[in-house]
């Protein structure tokens, strides 16, 4: 499969194989190589600049690895011969890029968000508030502190139990001083994985081959590559604006490789109306 595949996209899924393997290399050793080189919000202790590009060559794990390299093959296969090695390297890495931008700018947008609602909580002395905190922004899954597991929504909900129980400012600043630790955390997570410049290839696919059929697995139904473009931009916004405290997935990150990709397709269209084509 490899030797017919051309050297941009070959050398980038050896790239990232080897990101992987690195990253459980490392790993056996004490260290998280994420911790350096996923994107970090620009307001986190861990943010530094190189991770804009270094972001994209991270993945949580094989499974996420293997979708986003198939999806990167299976388009990009077809783009790079069209559009020559050049073009598509720097399409790859600016969708990339812009994918890490917007999903920062989201980020402190949802940051800004949370510290909102906790000084209201805090100001107004009200444990109501306080659910309303818990509701919008408190996700039901198990993290690591002190060396144990616990289920971060149960300890916000003991929490507010109390203060709804005993109104008492001591009580208050600890529901506060949760909620902070919890900010916090979400500022320092990290953002990995490739799937915002495959997003943007994925677009670029669309608008250049708009109505090759495809024949998607789940559901199993041919479509049209500008009809599945379109369904996938439409649910990736859908599941954002959603903001399921559970999800895990940085949609904005998908949806800001596409905007950058619909904006450096149509510059290049602008400037050469008719571009060479370089397929052979």
Do not use: C
């Given at each position: 499969m490899l030797n017919q595949t051309p050297p941009?996209?070959?050398?980038?899924?050896?790239?990232?194989?080897?990101?992987?393997?690195?990253?459980?290399?490392?790993?056996?050793q004490g260290l998280n190589l994420s911790t350096y080189m996923g994107m970090h919000h620009w307001s986190s202790d861990k943010f530094m600049p190189h991770q804009l590009i270094t972001h994209m060559f991270m993945h949580a794990n094989i499974t996420h690895l293997f979708f986003n390299m198939f999806a990167l093959w299976m388009f990009g296969r077809i783009l790079e011969p069209h559009w020559g090695s050049k073009k598509f390297l720097i399409y790859y890495l600016i969708t990339g890029v812009g994918a890490a931008l917007i999903h920062t700018f989201y980020t402190g947008f949802h940051l800004s968000s949370m510290t909102e609602y906790a000084n209201l909580f805090y100001e107004s002395?009200?444990?109501?508030?306080?659910?309303?905190?818990?509701?919008?922004?408190?996700?039901?899954?198990?993290?690591?502190?002190?060396?144990?597991e616990v289920n971060i929504l149960s300890e916000f909900k003991n929490i507010s139990s109390d203060w709804h129980d005993n109104p008492s400012e001591e009580i208050r600043e600890i529901a506060y001083n949760s909620s902070q630790m919890f900010?916090?955390?979400?500022?320092?997570?990290?953002?990995?994985g490739a799937s915002g410049a495959v997003y943007g290839i994925?677009?670029?696919?669309?608008?250049?081959?708009?109505?090759?059929?495809?024949?998607?697995?789940?559901?199993?139904?041919?479509?049209?590559?500008?009809?599945?473009?379109?369904?996938?931009?439409?649910?990736?916004?859908?599941?954002?604006?959603?903001?399921?405290?559970?999800d895990n997935v940085a949609h904005f990150a998908h949806l800001g490789g596409m905007l950058f990709g619909i904006i450096l397709i149509l510059y290049w269209k602008k400037k050469n109306p008719n571009p060479p084509t370089y397929f052979h």
């Amino acid at each position: 499969m490899l030797n017919q595949t051309p050297p941009v996209v070959k050398n980038l899924l050896i790239i990232n194989a080897l990101f992987l393997l690195g990253q459980w290399a490392l790993q056996s050793q004490g260290l998280n190589l994420s911790t350096y080189m996923g994107m970090h919000h620009w307001s986190s202790d861990k943010f530094m600049p190189h991770q804009l590009i270094t972001h994209m060559f991270m993945h949580a794990n094989i499974t996420h690895l293997f979708f986003n390299m198939f999806a990167l093959w299976m388009f990009g296969r077809i783009l790079e011969p069209h559009w020559g090695s050049k073009k598509f390297l720097i399409y790859y890495l600016i969708t990339g890029v812009g994918a890490a931008l917007i999903h920062t700018f989201y980020t402190g947008f949802h940051l800004s968000s949370m510290t909102e609602y906790a000084n209201l909580f805090y100001e107004s002395n009200s444990p109501e508030q306080f659910d309303v905190f818990i509701r919008k922004y408190i996700p039901d899954v198990n993290l690591l502190a002190n060396g144990k597991e616990v289920n971060i929504l149960s300890e916000f909900k003991n929490i507010s139990s109390d203060w709804h129980d005993n109104p008492s400012e001591e009580i208050r600043e600890i529901a506060y001083n949760s909620s902070q630790m919890f900010i916090k955390f979400n500022r320092d997570i990290d953002m990995v994985g490739a799937s915002g410049a495959v997003y943007g290839i994925l677009l670029a696919f669309g608008m250049t081959f708009p109505n090759v059929m495809l024949f998607l697995l789940f559901p199993p139904i041919p479509i049209k590559a500008k009809w599945m473009v379109i369904a996938y931009g439409a649910l990736e916004l859908w599941l954002g604006i959603s903001n399921n405290p559970g999800d895990n997935v940085a949609h904005f990150a998908h949806l800001g490789g596409m905007l950058f990709g619909i904006i450096l397709i149509l510059y290049w269209k602008k400037k050469n109306p008719n571009p060479p084509t370089y397929f052979h």
